[in-house]
């Protein structure tokens, strides 16, 4: 109990559509209906713990055409945002000030607990998952990786229409993701679960055509699925896109798990020493040796 309220923690999702709920409020944020107030409490959110100068959120809301009154404006946004926490998590719009959303010197602050945001539990997950996966621990690399990948329900702060600021903090969440899933394919490879993963790495490999580490393992899987013609495909439309969008030809990385598959090397079989994207084209990418030049033996 604080000033007579009961109090209720509060939790932020952004990974997908942007939620504020407490266990009697399943999501407060819908309360707002104009745009710039849910920005504000996701870009708050994305900067949590803190200082967000105001002239970074006039640019995140207004672009390069802030209004005159751009304080006023903001301190009245910032005011709807402290009401809205103040009814869900049972605080003064004081001690919500005071405490959760603070003013600071040239900005605003969004106080947050460990836990709080679906974001920080994700790279808690993944971060183990990797660690994990780097000792060797293949079935609690999976396992925790699938846990944080469970969290994400969708793009990012899909129902935002987001800024410049917004819009790098989204990049950077995607590549995470993009990163956490990588590493719980190539735990499903050391696991032999290859069988798994054609169906996902289809959709991945659709959804970035260029990136050749996630190839290899798409090609990988259907190669241990005895789906090589298959493989061969992957690594023609790879090709196909490289050239034709940036005018570049796949790693000698790349070719030489081409040419691996292309003569059946017992080393793509499960059970090498290798299975993720770089250490697969680690293995197969030395350029082809230069064949040494003749020299005629002299009579003896």
Known sequence: ?????????????????LKLATSEHHNIVDELTAPKPRKIIALLAMQANHVVPTAAMARELWGDNPPASVQTTLQTYVLQV???????????????????????????????RHGDMDVHEFDRLAAEGRQALADGHDEAAARLLTEALALWSGPPLVDIQAGPLLEAEIRRLEENRLTALMQRVDAKLRLALHHELP???????????????????YMLSLYRCGRCPDALEVFRRLREHLVGELGLEPSLRIQGLHRAMLTADPALDHGADFTDGNLLLDRFGAAPAAPRPWVPRRAS
């Open 1 to 17: 109990m604080i000033n007579g309220h009961c109090t209720e923690r509060i939790k932020i999702q952004v990974l997908g559509s």
């Open 82 to 112: 402290r009401r809205l926490l103040s009814r869900a998590s049972g605080l003064s719009s004081r001690e919500i000030a005071r405490r959760i959303l603070v003013t600071k010197f040239g900005g605003y602050q969004l106080n947050l």
């Open 199 to 217: 169906g996902e790495l289809a959709g991945l490999a659709a959804q970035y055509p260029m990136n050749e580490n996630l190839h290899a393992q």
